[in-house]
């Protein structure tokens, strides 16, 4: 394991209104908690989203025709790809968040809100570390790791609502 990032650039973009919505340093301080000792530098871009972005990424890249909480694109670099001067690796990725979908999930889970925003922010960039639920054993490790990294920042635990 790695000491925490040595640098990490987070940048945070609203599409639509930000009233109610967390803030940018809440978004910068969950990914650092989720990057924390598993890598040592990053940059990263998290957008804040409507239902219709939400939806029209997600029937792009995924084929499925709904807005879905979260979506995580890693970075990828074909070979040969030069970058700008001044560009430095690791690009880990973008996540964007679709607003609607997290507040009426967190209304129907009878979550706080930000909690809600924090576990859906660490859960897409562990997904940007390589991290999958794509069976019951990468799904389990998955969320134990999201609980221990949400229970660091004071956050109950997220899946306690399914049991």
């Not at 000792?37 to 029209?56: N, P």
Request: charged share 30%; aromatic share 6%; with cysteine.
């Amino acid at each position: 394991m790695t000491q925490g990032p040595v640098h990490l650039e987070v940048s945070v973009s609203y599409a639509l209104p930000r009233a109610g919505l967390p803030s940018s340093v809440s978004f910068r301080k969950w990914v650092a908690a989720a990057l924390h000792g598993r890598i040592r530098e990053a940059d990263l871009a998290v957008r804040i989203v409507d239902t219709k972005e939400g939806r029209a990424l997600n029937r792009h890249y995924r084929g499925k025709d709904y807005a879905t909480n979260v979506l995580s694109f890693p970075a990828e670099m074909a070979e040969g790809v030069k970058m700008p001067k001044g560009f430095k690796m690791p690009l880990l990725g973008d996540l964007v968040i679709c607003a609607p979908v997290v507040a009426r999930e967190a209304r129907e889970q009878k979550k706080k809100l930000a909690a809600h925003y924090a576990h859906l922010t660490v859960h897409g960039a562990l997904h940007l570390l390589g991290w999958n639920h794509e069976d019951d054993r990468e799904a389990e490790a998955m969320e134990q790791l999201e609980r221990e990294i949400l229970a660091e920042l004071g956050i109950d635990d997220p899946y306690a609502f399914e049991e």
